[in-house]
């Protein structure tokens, strides 16, 4: 009678630890690797050391060079990936396309160091897919030395009069709803048109400027233009920011006819081998410390609020990586064009292959 009475106690005892333990499982259940598919010089690599050294996990990063490239690489078939890192437009058109997993939040309680403003976007309702992870404009960075005011415009790329100057010497995003945003707001059009005539325009402008420039690249403008290959550039704040650390020269300027701002996401895709792991090393992001080291080497504001006292005050207290709101009010987000998807990538070609 004695023994069943145990017998019941330790069954008892196994299913309370059984119902306490995470979903999804414990330590034991971490994969060896975690493979994540990134834009280049987006993390500190000390981050994968250190969730290494802590989780016994190894870090192995591709990079990619567009949200179009990384959507390209999702469609063909690629299925080795446990982490990606999409824009707020391209995570809209992943769920859409049904590649993306729903994140077990059980997993990654430090989702509440997220600021409220980041929380429940547009373009993922409930972040049912999505955890926010960096975010930034893109706008004009330049060779100080080479300009007496800062070129805050983006006539100094596209009207003749000042782009001729910098023939040879200029470098676009090789991005085409960066690329295309950025002719048609110096048209004075919102970078999400649809209408056909203007985005013509824009094709046109952007066919004009290209005998002015020297590559369309999204992956080493900044060290062009940090090594005097060109004076003028089309590009991510924090990237130009990143340079001027070894290349004081460089600056970065938002142009006053308004803007790109983004934010980029972590994101698992549904043929994950490790969806766990993955949110495993979400929640490690999400730490102050981390989320701060993250900023501090890319030079991009956190949607993290719990990482700002982490944070280097020379990053949070600059206009160009933290705008005030009058800048702010004229930046937008690139949103999911449905139907002109097409268009879009018609214009493109034609203007890369002109
Ligand atoms: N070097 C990292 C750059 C990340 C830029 N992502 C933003 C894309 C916005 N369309």
Not at 75 to 95: E, H, K, N, R, T
Not at 279 to 307: C, D, H, M, Q
Request: proline fraction near 6%; hydrophobic fraction near 40%; charged fraction near 25%.
């Amino acid at each position: 009678m004695k023994r069943v009475a145990y017998g019941v106690v330790i069954l008892a005892l196994l299913a309370l630890m059984i119902s306490c333990a995470p979903k999804g499982g414990g330590k034991q259940q971490l994969a060896q690797e975690l493979h994540v598919y990134n834009w280049s010089e987006y993390i500190d690599p000390e981050i994968y050391a250190d969730f290494e050294k802590e989780f016994g996990v190894k870090v192995i990063e591709d990079t990619f060079a567009s949200n179009e490239d990384l959507l390209a690489k999702l469609q063909a078939g690629a299925s080795g990936y446990d982490l990606i890192v999409p824009s707020d437009y391209m995570v809209a058109i992943m769920i859409e396309l049904k590649l993306l997993a729903e994140l077990n939040y059980d997993n990654i309680p430090n989702f509440q160091n997220i600021w409220d403003k980041f929380r429940d976007p547009p373009y993922d309702p409930g972040n049912k897919y999505s955890v926010p992870y960096q975010w930034g404009t893109t706008g004009i960075g330049y060779n100080l030395d080479m300009f007496e005011e800062p070129p805050d415009s983006w006539a100094y790329l596209f009207d003749p009069a000042y782009a001729s100057a910098f023939a040879g010497k200029m470098s676009m995003l090789n991005d085409s709803r960066e690329t295309i945003g950025a002719a048609l707001k110096y048209l004075g059009y919102s970078l999400n048109s649809t209408d056909e005539r203007q985005l013509e325009e824009a094709k046109h402008l952007l066919i004009q400027q290209k005998q002015w420039v020297k590559t369309y690249d999204s992956e080493g403008f900044e060290d062009l233009l940090a090594a005097g290959e060109t004076v003028i550039a089309h590009g991510w704040s924090g990237d130009f920011f990143q340079a001027a650390v070894e290349a004081p020269q460089i600056w970065y300027v938002i142009p006053r006819e308004g803007a790109t701002i983004w934010a980029d996401n972590l994101c698992i895709p549904k043929t994950a081998p490790s969806q766990y792991t993955a949110e495993v090393f979400i929640n490690y992001l999400l730490r102050p410390e981390v989320g701060a080291k993250v900023s501090n080497y890319t030079w991009y504001a956190s949607p993290n609020k719990a990482a700002e006292k982490y944070i280097n005050a020379e990053i949070l207290e600059d206009p160009a990586i933290y705008p005030p709101a009058e800048v702010m009010d004229k930046l937008e987000f690139i949103r999911d064009v449905g139907e002109a998807t097409p268009v879009y990538d018609r214009i493109w070609t034609e203007i890369k292959t002109e």
